[in-house]
């Protein structure tokens, strides 16, 4: 926090000034149009535990799984300069053996439901693999790779299923989908801390980071230089695997069932647009996961903002396009260019002769 | 496409070689479903059939196929496809006429290209973000024009829907004796015909091999002199035109306008231009391949379906795992190709 703090005085966030700006127009906007969107209050879920509740809160909770699957596309996207467009038909997977694992075993106690966790991990590790070996070895590009298990993969988990969407009750599976019982915040938003701490021990014990970023910058320089690309591009995949499942199980367990058909529909794209917002090149190199993150949150707030504003939930996209076009329109190289040649004689015209003097 | 085997006096371009490769297999696939399924694949209806149902498919194919060789990527031609249908069904409704709703269609199309092919060539935005955000407000302006789905009321338009080429040469005669004469419906011929365009565009005209040149290596094109950000433009406009065309066609096929039309109609056309041998890194493609690509696709549906694999799932499994198999393939043939130039 204190470098964050020491680099916004110094005057600038670099990659992460987009995404905070959006934000804060964001907070702006809603405080015009309604400050009572802010309110949060304790109220008594159905179980009678007190729990917080309002706009704020369900944004957070609900960018729960969309957060945890940016953190690893960042890393994918960063490693591989590409993205994968097969997390919400993986997570459908996952979803699927982490239900069937529990059907299977018959009672749902602490034990099953980390065996089912555990398997779906395995298998979601599994078809991460594959997409893995596809763009690393096979050296075919993320986005035709992940076609593939983008185009079956839902079937496949309605495969697994046998045809059925199941469900599953108990009180670990709401505990894991809503509250635990006695603290007030929803468990998906712990779920992301736990996750965001991990990622930050992964980097600060390892190097990945700092290889990730060489393999995605210059492949080909980062292996001359002894770091073993289709290692580390693989690991990206496994690694976003790990994601998938964890955000699948929530996505389970938020329903308490499983359907193939539209669980997390249609999040590739939005993942895909989280890690844009956040800052980061979709072409591959430097990455920051906190930026992703926000960027999930952005999303959510943006929807959130407009279901307040009454707009039904299909519509929600034209407008949510048209701030998405807004903002990176603002955040394009060349705007940025134009715009300061616009604002720089104006503001700083001392400094134009010397500009000028310099060319000549 | 001479001297297949034989003595190496003209290579194969890349682009050559991955399209044979695509008519060749499905070639052989037909072939193999005429022997041992027999039934409709023995009719010649069934690849007009496929032609009918595709052709909106097809059409999206071949701008997608001038964008990917560009080196782009332009995910939302099917939801442009679905808005114009959308907005052609309320318009002739409202008592419209069937030739400006055409100009509404090339209009829609055109409208997007502009501003997609702006925001990407002339504000260098990446092109996935820009057309994945045309895809959302396409979807979205859809659903507010119309939730329900719509069916066209209209005297003049139903004539032109249910306008068909009969051939009776090439019909089958029926179990009850008729002779059931050969289908096809216009919007084929409207494919066809974009197809032989484009065909033309990219092989002999300039604008054409600027994309390849363009796709292959952007540096090298501008070297050349070639105005990269205007041909990089006009691919995208082309690729929304197109669009609007398709989004007409499929009006023309279904007669109805519903917010799930063309649902998942990027991918299939993504998938068609791969599995026709058109390289997402640019400058290798051809549309003839992305023609034979959308057969192909359309051939293992029906082979699933005729071969009694009902379970819903098996069609997009097999689906998955035909283009695994495509795409494993051109990766291990250019990547022994590229080795075998070096060496």
Redesign the interface.
């Known amino acids: 926090m204190k470098k964050t703090g020491k680099r916004f005085f110094g005057g600038g966030l670099g990659q992460l000034t987009i995404p905070l700006i959006a934000i804060a127009l964001l907070v702006i906007f809603n405080l015009f149009r309604d400050p009572s969107f802010f309110s949060i209050d304790l109220s008594h879920n159905s179980d009678g535990n007190i729990v917080l509740a309002g706009n704020l809160i369900s944004i957070i909770n609900g960018a729960s799984e969309l957060a945890i699957l940016a953190m690893g596309m960042t890393l994918v996207t960063a490693a591989c300069g590409g993205?994968d467009i097969s997390v919400g038909a993986a997570a459908a997977i996952a979803g699927s053996v982490f239900v069937k694992v529990l059907k299977t075993a018959g009672h749902i106690n602490g034990g099953t439901v980390l065996l089912a966790f555990v398997c779906a991990c395995i298998v979601a590790m599994l078809f991460g693999t594959f997409n893995g070996v596809?763009v690393a070895v096979?050296?075919?590009?993320p986005?035709?790779?992940t076609?593939?298990?983008?185009?079956?993969?839902?079937?496949?988990a309605?495969?697994i299923n046998g045809?059925a969407t199941p469900t599953v009750s108990s009180p670990i599976i709401s505990a894991i989908g809503s509250f635990i019982p006695g603290i007030p915040i929803p468990t998906p938003v712990l779920i992301v801390v736990l996750m965001a701490i991990l990622f930050k021990l992964l980097f600060h014990f390892t190097s990945l980071e700092l290889f990730t970023q060489s393999v995605g910058i210059n492949g080909s320089a980062a292996r001359l230089n002894g770091i073993n690309a289709t290692f580390i591009k693989l690991l990206s995949f496994i690694i976003l695997g790990v994601c998938v499942c964890v955000a699948g199980s929530i996505g389970v367990s938020r329903l308490g069932l499983i359907n193939h058909e539209t669980l997390l529909l249609d999040i590739e794209?939005d993942t895909?647009?989280a890690v844009?917002i956040g800052g980061n090149s979709?072409?591959g190199g430097r990455f920051k996961i906190s930026g992703s993150i926000i960027g999930a949150y952005v999303i959510q707030m943006l929807t959130i903002t407009l279901y307040a504003m009454k707009v039904?939930s299909?519509?929600?996209?034209?407008?949510?396009?048209?701030v998405?076009?807004l903002l990176?329109?603002i955040g394009?190289?060349?705007?940025k260019e134009k715009f300061s040649k616009l604002v720089g004689p104006n503001m700083y015209r001392h400094k134009k002769a010397v500009v000028k003097g310099g060319e000549e | 496409m001479k001297n297949l085997f034989g003595k190496r006096k003209e290579p194969l371009t890349n682009t050559q070689l991955l399209m044979t490769i695509t008519i060749g297999i499905f070639v052989v696939m037909y072939i193999l479903a005429m022997t041992l399924l027999g039934g409709g694949f023995l009719h010649t209806q069934q690849i007009f059939d496929m032609l009918n149902d595709n052709a909106s498919l097809i059409i999206v194919s071949c701008g997608l196929t001038i964008v990917m060789i560009g080196g782009g990527i332009d995910i939302s031609v099917g939801a442009v496809t679905s808005l114009v249908v959308m907005s052609c069904v309320l318009y002739l409704n409202n008592g419209g006429n069937v030739f400006v709703s055409i100009l509404l269609a090339l209009g829609i199309g055109l409208g997007f290209g502009l501003v997609q092919g702006f925001l990407v060539s002339y504000l260098e935005i990446q092109p996935f973000i820009v057309t994945l955000a045309g895809m959302f407000f396409a979807r979205g302006m859809t659903t507010i024009l119309s939730v329900n789905p719509q069916k066209v009321d209209h005297a003049a338009f139903s004539k032109l829907r249910d306008a068909k080429i009969e051939i009776s040469w090439l019909g089958y005669t029926a179990k009850n004796g008729n002779v059931v004469p050969a289908r096809i419906e216009l919007g084929v011929v409207v494919a066809l015909a974009c197809i032989v365009l484009v065909f033309i565009l990219l092989k002999y005209l300039r604008l054409g091999r600027n994309f390849y040149a363009m796709g292959g290596n952007q540096t090298s094109a501008l070297m050349l002199g070639i105005n990269v950000k205007r041909t990089r433009f006009m691919s995208y406009i082309l690729s929304g035109l197109l669009s609007g065309i398709s989004g007409f066609v499929f009006m023309m096929h279904t007669g109805a306008g519903n917010a799930t039309n063309a649902a998942g109609m990027e991918m299939n056309a993504i998938a068609s231009s791969i599995i026709g041998g058109t390289l997402l890194t640019g400058g290798v493609g051809n549309v003839i391949g992305t023609l034979f690509g959308t057969l192909t696709l359309t051939t293992i549906k029906k082979i699933v379906v005729s071969s009694g694999l009902n379970d819903p799932w098996w069609q997009s499994i097999t689906t998955g795992g035909m283009l695994c198999f495509f795409i494993l393939l051109q990766s291990v043939v250019l990547s022994r190709r590229s080795k075998g130039k070096k060496s």
């Open positions: 993205q596809l096979f050296k075919i590009q986005m035709i790779a076609l593939i298990l983008y185009t079956c993969g839902r079937s496949i309605y495969w045809g794209m895909i647009l844009a979709l072409g039904s299909t519509d929600v996209k034209a407008y949510k396009a048209i998405i076009v990176v329109v394009s190289p060349v705007v």
